[in-house]
């Protein structure tokens, strides 16, 4: 089911989230999590931070028992979800690794994409999973969401349907 995908790939996130594992893929370099500039570690705080809709509401006290600072609601739309990331920027409380899961109820732009970027800054890392709906903007996103992830060095995208890590190879 649908909301599964998060809840099978938590190990993955983990590791992804933590960047003390390594996570080798087939034609592509293995991934640890790049350390910020020193000056900037005492402004962002350590660990995870998930944002999504009803998908990783589902999956949010297996994030909760792994460390994730969980922020979910029902029908969230990206923008809602964007807003969230900002707020949560701007309040200081956005971690590290910020790991994203929205979609499923509405299109994705690639200028969400930009703008979730934005948020995130080049001190953090922000691994998007794909979506899986029986929706017609389903695919559409998908395609957003991996062209994101080739255009940012420190966007990844962790793929629900094949549970794979995708990223730009540097």
Request: net charge positive; with cysteine.
């Amino acid at each position: 089911d649908v909301k599964s995908c998060v809840v099978r790939t938590l190990p993955l996130l983990s590791a992804i989230a933590a960047g003390t594992a390594v996570v080798t893929l087939i034609a592509t370099p293995a991934f640890s999590a790049p350390s910020p500039a020193a000056s900037d570690s005492h402004r962002i705080p350590a660990g995870r931070t998930a944002i999504g809709d009803s998908v990783m509401e589902g999956a949010a006290p297996n994030l909760r028992r792994r460390g994730f600072s969980v922020d979910t609601s029902v029908s969230r739309q990206v923008s809602a979800g964007v807003a969230a990331m900002r707020a949560k920027r701007s309040h200081g409380a956005l971690r590290r690794q910020v790991v994203v899961h929205l979609g499923t109820n509405g299109t994705f732009s690639s200028g969400q994409c930009k703008a979730m970027r934005k948020v995130v800054g080049k001190h953090r890392n922000l691994v998007l999973l794909t979506v899986k709906a029986p929706r017609q903007w389903t695919a559409g996103n998908n395609r957003v969401i991996n062209r994101c992830a080739k255009r940012y060095s420190n966007v990844y995208v962790l793929d629900c349907l094949q549970r794979r890590l995708s990223f730009k190879q540097r």
